[in-house]
């Protein structure tokens, strides 16, 4: 049975995708700040704050002790919320988006390739944005963390290739969440213009492309973005 690690499934794609996993029979490792809202018995959660270390570090020693190995780790943090341009940008509030986005992708990436290099084996997916691509006014201290998260992951992939490991990255076009709703339907109208396909996408829809990178047959590809609703 697979075992695979998801971070942030309390909502969104972190939720949407550990339901995904549990329904084709694997073993499925969540966490989030909050108590779980998923129930299953191959669901085990643990409340980690992703920008912590000591944190991280212990939810990556309890997993490994409990279940003896990872077979993938989906990377889904961040820190969605309504910014400022780069003058009313505060510095705390910059620092707040690296922490939540670029530092907590490090540190669970870290801790868990750490244990995929030694039994030889992973896959990595890393979820970033297609802000990364926009260039969206107010989104300096977002766009700028997850087009981090690309360079970090294509490195990462790099490094432990020669171990069995993959690393790759989902990033999402516009996608229909709680999140994306508090930015208001002008704003969601402008980023849908910029893309191909110019509709929502829905959390579940971002799974079978999770999926796809998460195969043991995939293991040629390595250091890839993919882009869903390719943007003009």
């Not at 910059?94 to 907590?104: E, T, V």
């Not at 994306?180 to 829809?205: C, H, M, V, Y």
Request: proline residues 3%.
């Amino acid at each position: 049975m697979p075992v695979i690690v998801i971070s942030g499934t309390s909502r969104g794609i972190g939720y949407a995708a550990a339901n995904y996993f549990l329904a084709r029979d694997f073993s499925v490792i969540g966490c989030s700040r909050g108590q779980p809202l998923i129930k299953h018995s191959k669901y085990s959660h643990y409340q980690v704050d992703t920008s912590k270390e000591e944190e991280v570090r212990r939810w990556a020693r309890e997993v490994k002790k409990k279940f003896g190995r990872i077979d993938i780790i989906v990377c889904n943090v961040g820190l969605v919320n309504l910014g400022s341009v780069v003058g009313a940008t505060s510095l705390m509030e910059f620092k707040g988006f690296i922490d939540a986005i670029l530092i907590s992708t490090f540190l669970v990436c870290r801790e868990f390739a750490k244990i995929m290099t030694l039994q030889g084996y992973g896959r990595i997916i890393n979820i970033t944005s297609i802000h990364s691509e926009l260039h969206t006014p107010g989104t300096c201290a977002y766009s700028s963390a997850k087009m981090a998260v690309v360079e970090f992951t294509k490195v990462l992939a790099k490094e432990v290739a020669r171990y069995g490991v993959t690393c790759n990255i989902v990033s999402p076009s516009l996608v229909n969440t709680q999140s994306a709703s508090a930015f208001g339907e002008e704003w969601a109208k402008n980023i849908l213009s910029a893309q191909t396909i110019q509709r929502k996408i829905e959390p579940d829809e971002l799974c079978s492309i999770i999926e796809f990178f998460a195969k043991p047959e995939s293991s040629l590809l390595t250091g890839q973005i993919l882009h869903t609703c390719y943007v003009n």
